[in-house]
């Protein structure tokens, strides 16, 4: 499954690229996320409860960022365990873009989930992967202006 959008930001790149490498504002803005890590500059360790229609699984797993481009763009991918339920992976290419004041933060993404979780049925696993994508870039895309007004 792919899904793809982008976000305006009210924020400077710089800010944005700060808070895209901050764990704790990570966590605030990932579904779910019960604890995010930092193992190393490039890989951080993650605990996500997700729900899919009647099934709600807990992941644990590793998320690394490639192809580092600072302050402009990486790829985040992701790879999660969930025990019986099954196991999800991902990557998304993440592209920052100066627009005057504001930065917008364009993403493509691919998601594979497996075992149970896969069992649910390509279209509902397509909307509820653009759900969850939309709702991090928003949820972030808040915590970087409540972050950049507070300092």
């Keep these: 499954m792919d899904f793809t959008g982008e976000e305006r930001i009210a924020a400077p790149r710089d800010v944005v690229w700060a808070a895209l490498n901050d764990p704790e504002i990570m966590r605030g803005c990932i579904p779910g996320c019960q604890n995010i890590e930092r193992l190393s500059p490039e890989n951080f360790e993650a605990t996500i409860k997700v729900k899919f229609s009647l099934l709600s699984a807990t992941l644990h797993g590793l998320l690394t960022l490639s192809n580092v481009d600072a302050p402009r763009s ?68 808040a915590a970087v202006v409540a972050k950049m007004v507070a300092d």
């Design 74 to 141: 990486y790829t985040l991918s992701a790879e999660g365990k969930g025990g019986l339920a099954g196991f999800a992976r991902g990557s998304a290419d993440v592209v920052l873009e100066d627009r005057g004041v504001e930065t917008i933060l364009h993403y493509r993404g691919r998601a594979e989930l497996g075992g149970k979780l896969a069992q649910l049925g390509a279209r509902l696993l397509d909307s509820t992967s653009q759900r969850l994508a939309e709702g991090f870039f928003s949820d972030f895309n």
